[in-house]
């Protein structure tokens, strides 16, 4: 759970170069006629009238697809048209779309991938999520170890 809050918070502070910090709910409670959700990420881009959601996941690498993997099911898990009304009401915009963010257990990010909520990462960025997961990771393995 810190390693994973962790990279959310960088990964806000990467959107917030170009969208407001207003602009950005971190877990917020979105009620549907089908049950709470509360996404890691909604970006309201004000602009455009558009709401991104970002899910944010720290799998472990197990093997070459595991990122991809994680990307569509993040991105499909708040994608329901419940949770796009919802959004939409919540937020005042027309459209909705949503996004996993996958930063492996193990520091890998998908490849020729660094655009995420409209936002292109820069390579310095992308490291510091990747670092981020790292220490989150070694610092889990020291708890387990002490323990």
Do not use: W
């Amino acid at each position: 759970m810190r390693r994973h809050n962790e990279v959310c918070q960088q990964v806000s502070r990467s959107l917030s170069n170009k969208y407001d910090a207003s602009n950005i709910y971190t877990e917020p409670l979105v009620t549907t006629v089908v049950g709470n959700f509360r996404p890691d990420l909604v970006v309201i881009d004000k602009t455009r009238s558009h709401a991104f959601i970002a899910d944010v996941a720290i799998p472990y690498e197990a093997h070459s697809s595991t990122l991809l993997e994680t990307e569509a099911s993040k991105a499909t898990k708040h994608s329901t048209q419940p949770i796009a009304n919802a959004i939409k009401l919540a937020y005042g915009v027309r459209s909705v779309s949503s996004e996993g963010i996958p930063i492996g257990a193990r520091g890998a990010v998908l490849p020729n991938k660094s655009t995420y909520c409209g936002v292109k990462f820069t390579n310095s960025q992308l490291c510091t999520l990747a670092q981020s997961a790292i220490k989150g990771s070694v610092f889990t393995f020291n708890t387990f170890m002490s323990a």
